[in-house]
């Protein structure tokens, strides 16, 4: 794969902002384990080579197993996720996939059992932002290779 533009030289103060925007989206109160499965969630929706390569290494580094990384593609059939992770997956199922899934009211029913408010609109924020970049390292043909991963 080729990369095309580069982002971050062609656009700096805007790819500066949106970096900044998602590390103070990271940051927002919830759990960093589960934030990386959110975005793990998304990626794999989205196909994005660049960010499953990313946030599967993050999610280990966060203290995710092996076990949960590899079946969060089929999470609704694997037991090891908690309730409040099953309403964050499907809450990322259903804004990655807007346009065909919507946002059901059963779908928000069950997120607003497990997240309060402000929790939901942070987790809102985190789908969005790992959307965006999947779509810049899509787009772009963005590949980061080196992580810390250990032949």
Not at 18 to 27: E, I, Q
Request: one cysteine or more; hydrophobic letters at 45%; a negative charge.
């Amino acid at each position: 794969m080729t990369e095309r533009t580069n982002p971050h030289a062609a656009a700096p103060e805007l790819m500066k902002a949106w970096l900044d925007f998602s590390v103070h989206v990271a940051k927002s109160g919830l759990e960093p384990s589960l934030l990386e499965l959110v975005k793990l969630r998304a990626s794999q929706i989205n196909a994005c080579a660049n960010c499953l390569n990313m946030h599967s290494y993050e999610a280990r580094w966060a203290g995710e197993t092996e076990q949960r990384v590899a079946l969060l593609a089929a999470w609704e059939e694997a037991p090891c996720y908690t309730p409040r992770e099953r309403a964050a997956l499907a809450w990322v199922d259903h804004l990655t996939l807007v346009a065909d899934k919507r946002a059901p009211q059963p779908v928000y029913d069950t997120l607003a059992a497990h997240f309060s408010a402000e929790e939901q609109v942070q987790l809102s924020l985190a789908i969005s932002v790992i959307n965006g970049w999947n779509r810049i390292a899509i787009g772009f043909n963005l590949f980061m290779p080196e992580l810390g991963w250990k032949a």
